[in-house]
Protein backbone atom coordinates (compact mmCIF):
# COMPACT_ATOMS: atom_id res chain seq x y z
CA UNK A 1 0.00 0.00 0.00
CA UNK A 2 1.32 3.69 -0.57
CA UNK A 3 3.56 5.26 2.65
CA UNK A 4 3.74 8.08 4.05
CA UNK A 5 6.81 8.95 5.99
CA UNK A 6 7.88 11.82 8.28
CA UNK A 7 11.48 12.72 9.63
CA UNK A 8 12.09 13.40 11.96
CA UNK A 9 9.91 11.08 13.97
CA UNK A 10 10.49 13.29 17.44
CA UNK A 11 12.17 16.46 17.93
CA UNK A 12 12.93 18.08 21.16
CA UNK A 13 14.49 21.67 21.02
CA UNK A 14 14.98 25.16 22.93
CA UNK A 15 12.12 27.76 22.72
CA UNK A 16 12.72 30.30 19.83
CA UNK A 17 14.65 28.11 17.63
CA UNK A 18 12.82 26.85 14.27
CA UNK A 19 12.45 22.85 13.21
CA UNK A 20 11.86 21.53 9.68
CA UNK A 21 9.67 18.63 9.70
CA UNK A 22 9.64 16.37 6.23
CA UNK A 23 6.81 14.84 4.75
CA UNK A 24 7.24 12.18 2.10
CA UNK A 25 5.44 10.19 -0.47
CA UNK A 26 7.40 7.47 -1.14
CA UNK A 27 5.64 5.19 -4.05
CA UNK A 28 3.24 7.72 -5.23
CA UNK A 29 2.75 11.39 -6.23
CA UNK A 30 0.76 13.40 -4.17
CA UNK A 31 -0.13 17.04 -5.58
CA UNK A 32 -1.97 17.64 -2.05
CA UNK A 33 -0.38 17.11 1.22
CA UNK A 34 -2.14 18.28 4.50
CA UNK A 35 -0.68 18.77 8.09
CA UNK A 36 -2.22 17.99 11.42
CA UNK A 37 -1.52 18.49 14.74
CA UNK A 38 -2.67 16.55 17.44
CA UNK A 39 -2.73 17.47 21.51
CA UNK A 40 -2.83 14.77 24.01
CA UNK A 41 -6.54 13.28 24.20
CA UNK A 42 -7.66 15.48 21.25
CA UNK A 43 -8.33 14.97 17.98
CA UNK A 44 -6.61 15.60 14.79
CA UNK A 45 -6.68 19.41 13.80
CA UNK A 46 -6.26 20.62 10.52
CA UNK A 47 -3.35 22.90 10.22
CA UNK A 48 -3.16 23.97 6.63
CA UNK A 49 -3.53 22.10 2.58
CA UNK A 50 -0.35 22.12 0.96
CA UNK A 51 -0.47 22.46 -2.97
CA UNK A 52 2.46 21.57 -5.24
CA UNK A 53 4.37 24.22 -6.63
CA UNK A 54 1.91 27.38 -4.85
CA UNK A 55 1.01 28.73 -1.45
CA UNK A 56 -0.32 26.39 1.21
CA UNK A 57 -4.19 27.81 2.60
CA UNK A 58 -3.94 27.50 6.65
CA UNK A 59 -6.98 27.06 8.35
CA UNK A 60 -8.67 29.76 10.49
CA UNK A 61 -6.41 30.44 13.57
CA UNK A 62 -2.62 29.32 12.26
CA UNK A 63 -0.06 31.53 11.74
CA UNK A 64 0.96 31.14 8.51
CA UNK A 65 4.00 33.19 9.33
CA UNK A 66 4.79 30.91 12.17
CA UNK A 67 3.99 27.74 10.77
CA UNK A 68 5.81 27.50 6.96
CA UNK A 69 4.83 25.08 4.24
CA UNK A 70 6.79 24.29 1.19
CA UNK A 71 5.45 21.61 -0.96
CA UNK A 72 8.77 21.67 -3.10
CA UNK A 73 7.73 18.57 -5.33
CA UNK A 74 5.17 15.95 -5.88
CA UNK A 75 6.41 13.65 -3.35
CA UNK A 76 7.93 16.31 -0.64
CA UNK A 77 6.41 18.94 1.99
CA UNK A 78 8.02 20.28 4.81
CA UNK A 79 6.86 22.33 7.49
CA UNK A 80 8.92 24.80 9.54
CA UNK A 81 8.12 26.20 13.08
CA UNK A 82 9.76 29.28 13.37
CA UNK A 83 10.58 30.67 16.67
CA UNK A 84 8.98 27.73 18.41
CA UNK A 85 7.45 28.18 22.16
CA UNK A 86 7.03 25.33 24.73
CA UNK A 87 2.74 25.91 23.49
CA UNK A 88 3.95 24.19 19.97
CA UNK A 89 4.49 21.23 21.90
CA UNK A 90 2.35 18.79 19.91
CA UNK A 91 2.42 15.78 16.95
CA UNK A 92 2.30 16.63 13.84
CA UNK A 93 1.04 14.50 11.42
CA UNK A 94 1.43 14.64 7.80
CA UNK A 95 -1.42 13.44 5.38
CA UNK A 96 -1.08 13.06 1.07
CA UNK A 97 -3.17 12.16 -1.64
CA UNK A 98 -2.23 9.84 -4.44
CA UNK A 99 -2.88 11.96 -7.77
CA UNK A 100 -3.76 9.40 -9.38
CA UNK A 101 -5.93 7.66 -7.19
CA UNK A 102 -9.10 8.32 -5.49
CA UNK A 103 -10.08 11.86 -4.57
CA UNK A 104 -11.05 10.70 -1.37
CA UNK A 105 -8.53 8.43 -0.15
CA UNK A 106 -5.61 9.91 1.79
CA UNK A 107 -2.41 8.29 3.58
CA UNK A 108 -1.48 9.46 6.95
CA UNK A 109 2.43 9.57 8.08
CA UNK A 110 3.61 8.18 11.54
CA UNK A 111 3.41 11.83 12.57
CA UNK A 112 6.49 13.72 14.51
CA UNK A 113 6.29 15.12 18.25
CA UNK A 114 7.97 17.72 18.90
CA UNK A 115 9.07 19.24 22.54
CA UNK A 116 10.32 22.54 22.69
CA UNK A 117 11.84 23.61 26.27
CA UNK B 1 -18.97 24.28 10.94
CA UNK B 2 -19.48 20.70 11.58
CA UNK B 3 -19.68 19.01 15.24
CA UNK B 4 -18.01 15.55 15.26
CA UNK B 5 -19.00 13.44 18.60
CA UNK B 6 -17.47 10.93 19.60
CA UNK B 7 -18.00 8.76 22.77
CA UNK B 8 -15.25 10.22 24.79
CA UNK B 9 -15.33 6.83 27.32
CA UNK B 10 -13.06 3.98 26.90
CA UNK B 11 -15.30 1.13 25.48
CA UNK B 12 -14.04 -2.10 27.10
CA UNK B 13 -14.90 -5.38 25.64
CA UNK B 14 -14.16 -9.36 26.02
CA UNK B 15 -11.84 -10.77 23.39
CA UNK B 16 -15.00 -12.33 20.54
CA UNK B 17 -17.68 -9.66 21.33
CA UNK B 18 -19.12 -7.39 19.12
CA UNK B 19 -17.74 -3.56 19.66
CA UNK B 20 -19.87 -0.98 18.69
CA UNK B 21 -19.03 2.64 18.11
CA UNK B 22 -20.70 5.72 17.55
CA UNK B 23 -20.16 8.93 15.35
CA UNK B 24 -22.54 11.59 15.78
CA UNK B 25 -22.42 14.93 13.73
CA UNK B 26 -24.69 17.65 13.50
CA UNK B 27 -24.62 19.89 10.41
CA UNK B 28 -24.97 19.13 6.81
CA UNK B 29 -24.55 15.60 5.76
CA UNK B 30 -21.14 15.22 4.29
CA UNK B 31 -21.08 13.18 0.94
CA UNK B 32 -18.66 10.39 2.85
CA UNK B 33 -17.20 9.06 6.12
CA UNK B 34 -14.38 7.63 7.03
CA UNK B 35 -13.49 5.26 9.92
CA UNK B 36 -9.83 5.43 11.29
CA UNK B 37 -7.42 3.80 14.01
CA UNK B 38 -4.58 5.29 15.15
CA UNK B 39 -2.14 3.28 17.98
CA UNK B 40 -0.46 5.64 20.88
CA UNK B 41 2.12 7.60 19.08
CA UNK B 42 1.11 6.75 15.68
CA UNK B 43 -0.43 8.65 12.87
CA UNK B 44 -4.08 7.31 11.96
CA UNK B 45 -4.67 4.14 9.69
CA UNK B 46 -7.44 3.99 7.19
CA UNK B 47 -10.16 1.57 7.94
CA UNK B 48 -13.34 2.10 5.84
CA UNK B 49 -14.88 4.96 3.85
CA UNK B 50 -18.88 5.24 3.18
CA UNK B 51 -20.87 7.64 1.08
CA UNK B 52 -23.84 8.84 1.60
CA UNK B 53 -25.95 6.72 -0.66
CA UNK B 54 -24.45 4.03 1.25
CA UNK B 55 -26.21 2.09 3.81
CA UNK B 56 -23.98 -0.02 5.19
CA UNK B 57 -20.21 -1.38 4.38
CA UNK B 58 -18.19 -4.15 5.15
CA UNK B 59 -14.55 -4.97 5.52
CA UNK B 60 -13.51 -8.60 7.15
CA UNK B 61 -14.71 -8.14 11.03
CA UNK B 62 -15.43 -4.67 10.54
CA UNK B 63 -18.63 -3.12 9.61
CA UNK B 64 -19.74 0.72 9.43
CA UNK B 65 -23.00 2.12 8.71
CA UNK B 66 -23.98 5.77 7.81
CA UNK B 67 -27.34 7.10 8.55
CA UNK B 68 -27.91 10.24 7.21
CA UNK B 69 -31.62 10.65 8.29
CA UNK B 70 -30.07 10.01 11.95
CA UNK B 71 -26.34 12.17 11.36
CA UNK B 72 -24.77 8.91 12.71
CA UNK B 73 -22.26 6.24 11.63
CA UNK B 74 -21.90 3.15 13.54
CA UNK B 75 -18.53 1.12 13.80
CA UNK B 76 -18.56 -2.45 14.43
CA UNK B 77 -16.12 -4.66 15.51
CA UNK B 78 -16.94 -8.01 15.16
CA UNK B 79 -15.06 -10.90 17.18
CA UNK B 80 -12.92 -8.49 18.63
CA UNK B 81 -9.60 -9.70 19.24
CA UNK B 82 -6.44 -8.09 21.88
CA UNK B 83 -4.97 -6.98 19.09
CA UNK B 84 -7.92 -4.38 17.80
CA UNK B 85 -7.25 -2.29 20.53
CA UNK B 86 -6.72 1.07 19.63
CA UNK B 87 -8.50 4.70 19.47
CA UNK B 88 -10.83 4.64 16.47
CA UNK B 89 -11.45 8.11 14.80
CA UNK B 90 -14.33 8.81 12.49
CA UNK B 91 -13.42 11.66 9.71
CA UNK B 92 -15.94 13.74 7.95
CA UNK B 93 -14.90 15.75 4.27
CA UNK B 94 -15.38 19.22 4.74
CA UNK B 95 -14.93 20.09 1.20
CA UNK B 96 -13.59 23.47 1.02
CA UNK B 97 -13.63 23.92 -2.29
CA UNK B 98 -11.59 20.46 -3.24
CA UNK B 99 -11.74 16.81 -0.98
CA UNK B 100 -9.31 15.84 1.18
CA UNK B 101 -9.52 18.48 4.09
CA UNK B 102 -10.59 16.10 6.66
CA UNK B 103 -12.57 16.72 10.31
CA UNK B 104 -11.95 14.59 13.00
CA UNK B 105 -13.82 13.03 16.02
CA UNK B 106 -11.59 13.04 19.08
CA UNK B 107 -11.73 9.21 18.74
CA UNK B 108 -13.04 6.17 20.94
CA UNK B 109 -10.95 4.22 22.41
CA UNK B 110 -11.45 0.84 22.58
CA UNK B 111 -9.62 -2.30 24.80
CA UNK B 112 -9.92 -5.95 24.21
CA UNK B 113 -9.80 -8.19 26.84
CA UNK B 114 -8.27 -12.06 26.72
Known amino acids: GAVVSQHPSWVICKSGTSVKIECRSL??????MFWYRQFPKQSLMLMAT?????????EQGVEKDKFLINHASLTLSTLTVTSAHPEDSSFYIC?????????????FGPGTRLLVL | SQKIEQNSEALNIQEGKTATLTCNYT??????LQWYRQDPGRGPVFLLL?????KEKRKERLKVTFDTTLKQSLFHITASQPADSATYLCALDLFDRSWGKLQFGAGTQVVVTP
Open chain 2, 27 to 32: NYSPAY
Open chain 1, 27 to 32: DFQATT
Open chain 2, 50 to 54: IRENE
Open chain 1, 95 to 107: SARDRTGSQETQY
Open chain 1, 50 to 58: SNEGSKATY
